[in-house]
Each structure stands twice: as C-alpha cells, then as structure tokens.
C-alpha cells in the first residue's frame, strides 16, 4: 500500500507538467489508457492466453473503466492545469471516506466506531484546507476544487463496485487491462468530438519519459490496488489514498517548490492520524 501510494502521488505532478505543457486532458486520458490497456493486454496474452470476454467480464470492464479511469482521470488532468498538485492530491483522500458510506450502504462493510473515526478524520483534514483562507493559494481555485470532488466519488463507487462484481478468479493484471482497453473505447469519441488530440509535434517536444512514466505508475499503483481490495476489502484499499495524498504533496514541493500553509500540514498530521484508526479485518472476519 504505501509502495503504490508513494509513486501513484507522482501522478498529480506528472500530469501538472504535461497538460501545463499544452496537451489537452482529454487527449492524455486516452493516450494514459492506451497505454497502458496496450501492456496489460499483451501480458494477458502472453501469460494468461487471452482476455476474458465473457458477458460478466465486458460489464466489469465498461462500467470499472468508467468509473475508475476514464472519467476521474479527466478530472483530474483537468484539474491539474488549474491547482497546485499537492491540493489535488489531497482532495483524493476523500476516497475512504466516501467509499466507508458506500460500503455501509451496500452491506460490504459493517459499522465500526474506529474506521468511521478514521475517514471522519481524512473529511475533517479537507475542511482545514478548503475552509480557511489560508488554505487554497488563490480563492478562484474554489470551483476547481468542487469540480475535482468528482474524481475520488468515481473512484469511491468504483471500490466498490469490484469488491462487489469483481469475477470470480480473475487476474487483476487482465482485469485492469480489460478496463483499460474499456476505457480507451469510451473516451476515443470524447477526444475525436472535443478534437482533443495530442498533437505529434506536441508529444515530441515533451521529455520522452513523461507520459510512458505516467501510464507505467498508473498500472502498477492500480494493480496493488485492485489486489488490495481482493484481500483486504475495499474501505482498507481506499486508504491507499492517504499514502498518495501526502506523497502527492511532497511531490509537488519537490517538482514545482510548492509552498503551503500552516493549514495544509496540520490537515496532513490528521489524515496520518485517520490512517491510524483504520484497520484491515483479522482473517476470517469477511
């Protein structure tokens, strides 16, 4: 968990850099997918002979690759041209704390005193960076803000979502790269409507390691994921995004010299503190 959590942080910055750069979110999203789908499903063929295309398993792919792709990652390159990356890495932790109400919701997790604590606490380190003025660099970065709640709300129903439809035995290399090649599927005619493409001439001025290094850290970080919410459940496997919340915030200090207030430290001392609370179930208790 806190392996994925370091590099998945380094997302943020990347995407920061290649969108600042000029190309259009919508256009990284597909080219992040493409990518990555491309490497797993080689994997899938190669060790696995094939990709599952079962009805059961289609579904999954469209509607997780929906959900835990193609539209949060929109966002949150949209994002990531109107922020400073550490902010939008703290919004992610949000993930456990609206995956919690999802989970109760659904009847995958059970209410108990301490993880509920926990997530209130990663809710409560949000409003010590949004509410005080101090906060956010620039107030106008507010409505971004908002905008951005949609990525960990995705990612919330998306948890979820496997924990609750994930097929039976299914690699989790083959599923995300079925969900990938999903997703890819879903945003090629977003990107042709919006003529959202990445221009050649764009990409080739870019350091060549840019875009491969964010799909590279996307599919590792998202298989340790999607592995720990095979093994542990998926409120456990949402607090990956504490871990991805402080490193993005390093991150952002160390590529761009982000500079943040009282506020935003203390936000992360209690989202550690949430962290703390926050327990995977003893084997056996599922």
């Known amino acids: 968990m806190v392996f994925g959590g370091v590099i998945w942080g380094a997302t943020f910055s990347l995407a920061k850099l290649i969108t600042e750069a000029g190309v259009h979110p919508f256009g990284l999203a597909l080219l992040n997918s493409l990518i990555g789908a491309a490497l797993l499903l080689i994997y899938g063929v190669i060790r696995h002979g094939g990709v ?3 009805r059961d398993h289609v579904r999954v792919y469209f509607i997780a690759g929906t959900l835990g792709t193609a539209l949060p990652s929109s966002v949150l390159f949209f994002s990531a041209a109107h922020m400073p990356a550490g902010i939008l890495a703290i919004i992610v932790s949000l993930v456990p704390l609206m995956t919690y109400g999802l989970a109760l919701m659904f009847g995958v997790e059970r209410m108990q005193a301490l993880r509920a604590a926990g997530t209130g606490l990663g809710f409560a380190a949000i409003l010590m960076i949004v509410i005080p003025d101090a906060g956010l660099p620039d107030p106008s ?6 905008f951005a709640l949609i990525a960990p709300l995705s990612y919330s129903v998306e948890n979820v979502y496997i924990a609750l439809r994930r097929p039976s035995g299914s690699n989790a290399f083959v599923l995300l790269g079925g969900m990938l090649g999903a997703a890819s599927l879903i945003l090629l005619p977003v990107v ?3 003529d959202a493409w990445a221009p050649l001439d764009l990409l080739m001025a ?4 840019w875009i491969p290094a964010l799909s590279a850290i996307n599919v590792i970080a ?3 994921f999607i592995e720990l919410i095979r093994m542990t459940g998926p409120l456990f496997a949402a607090q990956m995004g504490y871990v991805v919340t402080a490193s993005g915030v390093l991150w952002g200090i160390v590529i761009f010299g982000e500079m943040h207030s009282a506020w935003v430290w203390a936000a ?7 962290i703390a609370l926050v327990h995977p179930r003893r084997t056996g208790t599922r």
Not at 141 to 146: E, I, K, Y
Not at 206 to 209: K, Q, S
């Open 52 to 54: 599952p295309l079962g």
């Open 206 to 209: 870019l350091p060549p390691w």
């Open 222 to 224: 998202y298989v340790i």
């Open 141 to 146: 970065m507010a409505p971004w803000v908002l």
């Open 192 to 194: 042709w409507v919006s």
């Open 268 to 274: 992360l001392a209690v989202m550690f503190a949430g």
